[in-house]
């Protein structure tokens, strides 16, 4: 892989509009949908991105490029979203997920410098030493998993029609 930080941050940009666009305006019953028991439906989705933004992805970047691989980035609770948001709307989680993001995006810039920065270290808990572009990477793909995590989710809700297609249009 040829790592590129602006193709990275292109993605990390969209996805905030790409949610807002599918999710904003929908009711209940698609938000709270889900595949069984111990499965997230959007509205969780979208509750870890933002847990994401907040503990895992720029903390650990932060990380790499102040103290290297002296020390193990925290443990990341990648449920506690779970037990945070209730009461909110998801618009208000997808607002609050564009402006963490923004603003983390905006850090990103400022504190990388791209010709000696992508090959420094850390320590993860779980995996060992990774490098920053191995970090911003998988912040990519965790992003593009998710979104499509919420399709798949939506598109569960009606499997029946979605049946019908693979008949009709053989897909």
């Known amino acids: 892989m040829n790592f590129q930080l602006e193709e990275a941050i292109e993605i990390l940009e969209h996805t905030p509009q790409t949610l807002s666009q599918l999710l904003t305006g929908l009711s209940n019953p698609w938000i709270s949908c889900d595949e069984g028991e111990d499965t997230w439906n959007a509205f969780d989705v979208v509750g ?9 992805w720029l ?5 790499i490029v102040t ?3 002296t020390e193990t ?3 990341f609770d990648r449920f506690s979203q779970l037990n945070q948001n209730d009461g909110k709307t998801i618009e208000q989680l997808l607002n609050e997920f564009a402006e963490i993001r923004r603003a983390n ?3 990103l810039r400022q504190i990388l410098d791209p010709e000696t920065d992508f090959e420094q270290t850390g320590m993860h808990p779980e995996f060992g030493i990774v490098k920053l572009r191995e970090q911003i990477s998988t912040w990519v793909a965790h992003d593009l998993t998710h979104l499509s995590q919420i399709a798949r989710v939506l598109a569960k809700r009606y499997q029946m029609m979605s049946d019908l297609g693979k008949l ?3 897909f």
Not at 48 to 56: A, S, T, Y
Not at 59 to 63: F, Q, T, V
């Open 48 to 56: 870890h991105l933002i847990e994401g933004e907040k503990n895992n």
């Open 59 to 63: 903390p650990r970047i932060k990380m």
């Open 67 to 69: 103290k290297g691989a």
């Open 73 to 75: 980035f925290p443990p």
């Open 105 to 107: 995006l905006k850090t």
């Open 168 to 170: 009709i249009c053989g």
